[in-house]
């Protein structure tokens, strides 16, 4: 049986990834979670006996040392961060501290066994690039805030330890990633919120802004074959679609989606973390998968009876 660790789990895309670790009776999940924006209502639903949450800090050395020795886990998928726009910007101190957390997971990995750690980056890294499509390995990294530094000190951590110590790692920079299970912190679900009750759809500056959006399966689906078929050890992979969308369109889209009576209003740009545009290279994703990813309208619409049924609407 397959020991596996992973943190930040009853947030959006780690939760959804140890649910379907969980749906493999071959895998036992441990899950870890400080619950600062994490959710009880995203673990898993599964009543087996191959799973477990544990409520708990990773950036806390004691907290996590306890549990790495306890199970020996054959994996990791490290993915605790503080996350949102809003919230990085605010809380800068919080965000830096959690180059503990990922010094504490790469650590221990290293002295308990761990067969491989897959650390969740994220598309900050490349900052406001001037290299479209964004490519893993020849597109410049710009990091600028402390999110996105984070997330690249990360990714020197993983490398820095594979160098030294032959522990592999696998990196996934996330572009955005949407689905059921998303917080309102975040764009797609704010703008569908918003739809539903037919209120303003607010838009920081001109909305030309554009973005690529991942519905959440064809992220967890992607993960998974890294893990499964043992692909992209010690590499870095892009996981996200390759289609821009701009932000003002995203909200057209979901307002014709929803039948919504919502206007867009504009209102003044962010001072800073609002890039211009966003576009990874997915081709590495794309011929693992052996599969086209699913259309964003496609992919709004199950959001969108997900978020219905949740409110008790009726089409």
Same mark, same amino acid.
Request: aromatic letters at 8%.
């Given at each position: 049986?397959?020991?596996?660790?992973?943190?930040?789990?009853?947030?959006?895309?780690?939760?959804?990834?140890?649910?379907?670790?969980?749906? @493999?009776?071959?895998?036992?999940?441990?899950?870890? @979670?400080?619950? *600062?924006?994490?959710?009880? &209502?995203?673990?898993?639903?599964?009543?087996?006996?191959?799973?477990?949450?544990?409520?708990?800090? $990773?950036?806390?050395?004691?907290?996590?040392?306890? /549990?790495?020795?306890?199970?020996?886990?054959?994996?990791?998928?490290?993915?605790?961060?503080?996350?949102?726009?809003?919230? !990085?910007?605010?809380?800068?101190?919080?965000?830096?501290?959690?180059?503990?957390?990922?010094?504490?997971?790469?650590?221990?990995?290293?002295?308990?066994?761990?067969?491989?750690?897959?650390? +969740?980056? &994220?598309?900050?890294?490349?900052?406001?690039?001037?290299?479209?499509?964004? @490519?893993?390995?020849?597109?410049?990294?710009?990091?600028? *805030?402390?999110?996105?530094?984070?997330?690249? $000190?990360?990714?020197?951590?993983?490398?820095?330890?594979?160098?030294?110590?032959? *522990?592999?790692?696998?990196?996934?920079?996330?572009?955005?990633?949407?689905?059921?299970?998303?917080?309102? @912190?975040?764009?797609?679900?704010?703008?569908?919120?918003? +739809?539903?009750?037919?209120?303003? /759809?607010?838009?920081?500056?001109?909305?030309?802004?554009?973005? !690529?959006?991942?519905?959440?399966?064809?992220?967890?689906?992607?993960?998974?074959?890294? *893990?499964?078929?043992?692909?992209?050890?010690?590499?870095?992979?892009?996981?996200?679609?390759?289609?821009? !969308?701009?932000? =003002?369109?995203? +909200?057209?889209?979901?307002?014709? $989606?929803?039948?919504?009576?919502?206007? $867009?209003?504009?209102?003044?740009? =962010?001072?800073?973390?609002?890039?211009?545009?966003?576009?990874?290279?997915?081709?590495?994703?794309?011929?693992?998968?052996?599969?086209?990813?699913?259309?964003?309208?496609?992919?709004?619409?199950?959001?969108?009876?997900?978020?219905?049924?949740?409110?008790?609407?009726? &089409?």
């Amino acid at each position: 049986m397959r020991k596996i660790l992973v943190t930040g789990g009853a947030g959006f895309v780690a939760g959804s990834l140890a649910s379907r670790l969980v749906d @493999d009776p071959d895998n036992f999940v441990v899950i870890i @979670d400080n619950l *600062l924006t994490g959710k009880r &209502s995203r673990l898993p639903s599964s009543n087996s006996d191959n799973w477990k949450f544990i409520k708990g800090d $990773v950036n806390n050395f004691k907290d996590i040392s306890s /549990i790495m020795i306890s199970y020996s886990f054959d994996y990791v998928f490290h993915y605790a961060a503080v996350v949102g726009v809003e919230r !990085t910007l605010e809380q800068p101190v919080m965000v830096l501290q959690d180059i503990d957390g990922i010094k504490n997971i790469l650590h221990l990995a290293k002295n308990t066994g761990v067969k491989r750690v897959l650390y +969740a980056s &994220s598309s900050e890294v490349y900052g406001e690039s001037v290299s479209f499509p964004q @490519d893993e390995h020849n597109t410049p990294l710009n990091s600028r *805030l402390p999110y996105a530094v984070v997330k690249n $000190v990360g990714e020197a951590f993983c490398k820095s330890y594979q160098q030294e110590y032959g *522990l592999d790692c696998t990196v996934f920079r996330f572009f955005n990633t949407y689905g059921p299970m998303q917080s309102s @912190d975040f764009v797609v679900s704010r703008f569908i919120r918003k +739809a539903l009750r037919n209120e303003d /759809i607010l838009i920081y500056g001109d909305g030309l802004q554009s973005r !690529t959006f991942c519905y959440i399966d064809d992220n967890i689906d992607t993960t998974l074959a890294c *893990l499964y078929e043992n692909k992209y050890v010690n590499d870095v992979l892009n996981i996200g679609s390759s289609i821009e !969308t701009s932000v =003002l369109d995203l +909200a057209q889209q979901i307002i014709a $989606v929803t039948g919504s009576k919502s206007i $867009v209003r504009h209102v003044p740009a =962010l001072d800073e973390g609002d890039m211009k545009r966003r576009m990874p290279d997915n081709s590495r994703m794309l011929e693992l998968l052996q599969r086209p990813l699913i259309p964003l309208e496609e992919g709004l619409r199950r959001v969108v009876k997900a978020k219905e049924l949740q409110l008790g609407i009726t &089409s």
